[in-house]
Nanobody, 126 residues
């Protein structure tokens, strides 16, 4: 089992920045990818960014490219999401997820992740 705990959400004005953290514990050696998803009220959970844990490569949703950066600290078993130039449309609950599958074709599909955090609210005011 892997436990994920997010932190860093809050209220920020449009154009501002926030950094989310996700600390992993347990059988972290089994993780292949760690990702961030978000879910706004009345909408489906959507992929934001992924970090492939061992090789460190990343991928992003088009809606956040150039504004968000995902990174990881292997020693701390923590993945981060630096969010800049935030927009009201970024308002959502942000979830950290970890998956054990190899390859990359699955990473945007939330149902294929094995572990989830409890979520952290991000609210961007206009």
């Amino acid at each position: 089992q892997v436990q994920l705990v997010e932190s860093g959400g809050g209220l920020v004005q449009a154009g501002g920045s926030l950094r989310l953290s996700c600390a992993a514990s347990g059988r972290t050696f089994s993780m292949y990818a760690m990702a961030w998803f978000r879910q706004a009220p009345g909408k489906e959970r959507e992929f934001v960014a992924v970090n492939f844990w061992l090789r460190g490569s990343t991928d992003y949703a088009d809606s956040v490219k150039g504004r968000f950066t995902i990174s990881r600290d292997i020693a701390k078993n923590t993945v981060y999401l630096q969010m800049n130039t935030l927009k009201p449309g970024d308002t959502a609950v942000y979830y950290c997820a970890a998956g054990r599958r190899s390859g990359s074709s699955w990473v945007t599909q939330p149902d294929l992740y094995d572990y989830w955090g409890q979520g952290t609210q991000v609210t961007v005011s206009s």
